[in-house]
């Protein structure tokens, strides 16, 4: 029986600092393994070895088989692993964040925590879908009423423009096709962007659950960050799926695959990273490569100072230090 190798993990100041990374890695229908310090993306055209401490986050889509080992590996290396459907338009399940900083998750958990930095957060999103308009100075309700507003000029627009008839928003949760074609394809369009909100908000170590329009869901945050591409890129595309569809019945797989390629082409997952470190962190870090890269522990202390780990705060004559 073969053992697990007995190598020494590498420490965090040793491994490639996540702003070297690639962002996301996809694979699909292949086998992952691992050779040395490499992990192996198997399939029927042969094996392509891959540096395991270049990958941000992996995605692997269908078709794949992940073995214990490339596991281990990618976790040595701190990447992250997600499983998603074709292109990321899923979200299943994940393994670890990408960041082993927890500056995002408490820049996050501060804005929200706060009613009012919470409500400016709100209207930023707002100016990301909509940067023709100021919602400086709007109240919450206010803001839901101008994007109530803006969502369904949307809809009227990308009517007019596909010739698709238009006769409001109707979805039945847990029924699909109870809405008319183009329903269907709203509806298809809009949980594929919440499956890659839902990946990318993951790997960054954010909370899935703390968000500053939607709230009281495990996934209040998802639905914020796929809402800022709603207007953008998943309404019109649903609309022209719905006047192509030539009598096809597979509304949800043809909306779900051109979004696929529209996501790829558009590389909105890197898009969505840089919209989340906007939104969250102070202005005078987003330039500043080691600001959510940061690999240190530290504890906090009065005045809201952070002070070493690893060392006995009681005095100098008990004096312990431990290295990171």
Not at 13 to 38: K, W
Not at 107 to 116: D, I, V
């Amino acid at each position: 029986m073969s053992t697990v190798s007995q190598r020494t993990a590498l420490t965090p100041r040793q491994l490639t600092r996540t702003a070297e990374r690639l962002s996301f890695l996809y694979l699909e229908r292949c086998t992952v393994h691992r050779d040395s310090n490499a992990i192996t993306a198997q399939d029927a055209e042969g094996s392509t070895h891959i540096p395991s401490a270049t990958i941000g986050t992996l995605l692997l889509g269908p078709g794949t088989r992940i073995t214990h080992q490339a596991m281990s590996l990618l976790a040595e290396t701190g990447a992250a692993v997600c499983w998603v459907g074709e292109r990321g338009v899923r979200y299943y399940a994940s393994g670890r964040a990408l960041s082993r900083s927890s500056a995002l998750a408490e820049a996050q958990a501060r804005q929200w925590a706060n009613p009012r930095t919470r409500l400016a957060v709100a209207r930023e999103m707002y100016c990301t879908r909509f940067p023709d308009e100021d919602p400086t100075g709007l109240t919450r309700q206010e803001l839901l009423g101008r994007e109530g507003r803006r969502v369904k000029d949307c809809y009227r627009t990308q009517a007019a423009r596909t010739g698709v008839p238009w006769h409001g928003r109707r979805y039945v949760p847990g029924d699909f096709t109870a809405g008319d074609t183009v329903n269907q394809a709203v509806t298809a369009a809009a949980q594929c962007m919440y499956g890659i909100a839902h990946a990318v908000v993951t790997s960054l170590g954010c909370s899935p659950a703390l968000g500053f329009i939607h709230s009281g869901h495990e996934l209040s945050f998802v639905l914020d960050i796929a809402d800022l591409y709603k207007t953008e890129i998943a309404i019109p595309l649903a609309f022209e799926i719905a006047a192509d569809h030539n009598g096809d019945t597979d509304i949800g797989g043809r909306t779900r695959r051109a979004l696929r390629d529209r996501i790829h082409q558009t590389a909105l997952l890197d898009r969505c990273v840089n919209d989340i470190k906007h939104l969250l962190l102070p202005p005078n870090t987003l330039d500043d490569p080691a600001s959510s890269d940061r690999d240190s522990v530290t504890l906090h202390s009065d005045g809201e100072r952070h002070v070493a780990a690893g060392i006995n705060h009681d005095g100098p004559d008990d004096y312990t230090q431990v290295t990171w």
